[in-house]
């Protein structure tokens, strides 16, 4: 990979614990590269939010990989998550306090049967407790201030949604039925009718959706209430759970650790879409914001790439190529 010993560029994937927020995190990587004696000025930031009760994959951006973390917030993502069901609470995960109870458990044949009717284009109302602002306020500020919360419903699309599967999403996990308790296989006609407290899912799903609302309309689609007590991200955008560091991996970089051990060159990010190579004359006049002419690609956005440095990410349209972000890498040796 492009290495950037003195101005690091490029990402670090943190496999982000139960209780950091964040913010926290992003403050945990400027630590380290400090104390790893890189300075106070290197940008920081990170590809989407991850609730403190959250965990799993979380892209921090540094250096001019920061001005991808935008694209990053719009890419799709996957999670795991385990809906309890019997109890809905105000906040829709285990944090809150409960506000409805069911002593209604549903069959997995009802949860295999609805889960269709979550797939694709839907509407959600976000959670009252979220961070989308009303009149200039966070909706959480709101809400725990015991004022009423009217979210409007959003259209979001998910993508896929089935039973738990490894992140690979190649073998379906028997830990939540199968093999830990015995139970049959929910998708097979010919199992016995088994109530379920609880199930875990994997969805696939596009920028702006609340698996805490996903799971609280799943539940009430099979007439009950519930709520989210575990949720792991799998993916953000092109960056999974195999790429990603523990908290004690990233503190080892601020001890001595070689950063180029974890940190993953700026590219990494734009690995879903094509690139685009530019003779030295090109990357000049691209380096200067200049539309690029006569290309025989297809319409689309590329990364635009000098040897192997990235140049810009530019949208091609009719043979022409013009530059959305341009990085400034041009001092490095290629």
Request: charged share 25%.
């Given at each position: 990979m492009t290495q950037y010993p003195s101005n690091p560029h490029g990402w670090i994937i943190l496999d982000k614990p139960v209780?950091?927020?964040?913010?926290?995190?992003?403050?945990?990587?400027?630590?380290?590269?400090?104390?790893?004696?890189?300075?106070?000025?290197?940008?920081?930031?990170?590809?989407?939010?991850?609730?403190?009760l959250a965990e799993g994959v979380l892209p921090i951006a540094i250096g001019e990989a920061t001005k991808l973390c935008g694209?990053?917030?719009?890419?799709?993502?996957?999670?795991?998550?385990?809906?309890?069901?019997?109890?809905?609470?105000?906040?829709?995960?285990?944090?809150?306090?409960?506000?409805?109870?069911?002593?209604?458990?549903?069959?997995?044949?009802?949860?295999?049967?609805?889960?269709?009717?979550?797939t694709g284009g839907i509407e959600q109302v976000p959670?009252?407790?979220?961070?989308?602002?009303?009149?200039?306020?966070?909706?959480?500020?709101?809400?725990?201030?015991?004022?009423?919360?009217?979210?409007?419903?959003?259209?979001?699309t998910i993508h896929s949604l089935d039973f738990a599967f490894s992140?690979?999403?190649?073998?379906?996990?028997?830990?939540?039925f199968a093999e830990s308790t015995g139970r049959p296989d929910p998708l097979d006609p010919?199992?016995?009718?088994?109530?379920?407290?609880?199930?875990?899912?994997?969805a696939h799903v596009s920028k702006g959706t609340y698996i805490r609302s996903?799971?609280?309309?799943?539940?009430?689609?099979?007439?009950?209430?519930?709520?989210?007590?575990?949720?792991?991200?799998?993916?953000a955008g092109p960056f999974s759970l195999d790429q990603a560091i523990s908290l004690d991996k990233l503190n080892e970089v601020g001890k001595g650790a070689a950063l180029e051990d974890v940190i993953l060159p700026l590219e990494a990010g734009l690995d879903d879409i094509p690139a685009l190579t530019l003779d030295p004359d090109a990357a000049k006049a691209v380096r200067q914001g200049r539309v690029i002419s006569g290309l025989p690609q297809d319409d689309g956005l590329y990364w635009a790439k000098s040897g192997s440095v990235p140049v810009a990410l530019m949208e091609l349209s009719g043979g022409e190529a013009r530059v959305v972000r341009g990085f400034n890498l041009s001092d490095v040796a290629e």
């Open positions: 209780g950091l927020g964040s913010t926290q995190a992003v403050a945990a990587v400027k630590r380290n590269l400090r104390q790893a004696g890189y300075g106070k000025k290197v940008k920081v930031g990170h590809g989407g939010t991850l609730d403190p694209r990053m917030l719009d890419a799709s993502k996957i999670y795991a998550f385990t809906i309890q069901f019997g109890v809905e609470t105000d906040t829709l995960d285990a944090e809150g306090e409960p506000i409805a109870r069911s002593d209604h458990f549903p069959p997995f044949a009802a949860i295999a049967g609805v889960l269709p009717h979550f959670p009252a407790f979220s961070a989308l602002k009303i009149d200039g306020r966070r909706a959480y500020d709101l809400a725990r201030a015991g004022e009423e919360v009217e979210l409007k419903t959003r259209k979001v992140h690979e999403g190649e073998e379906r996990l028997q830990s939540s010919s199992a016995p009718l088994e109530l379920a407290d609880s199930v875990t899912l994997v996903l799971a609280r309309d799943i539940a009430h689609a099979l007439g009950t209430v519930g709520h989210v007590t575990m949720l792991r991200r799998l993916k």
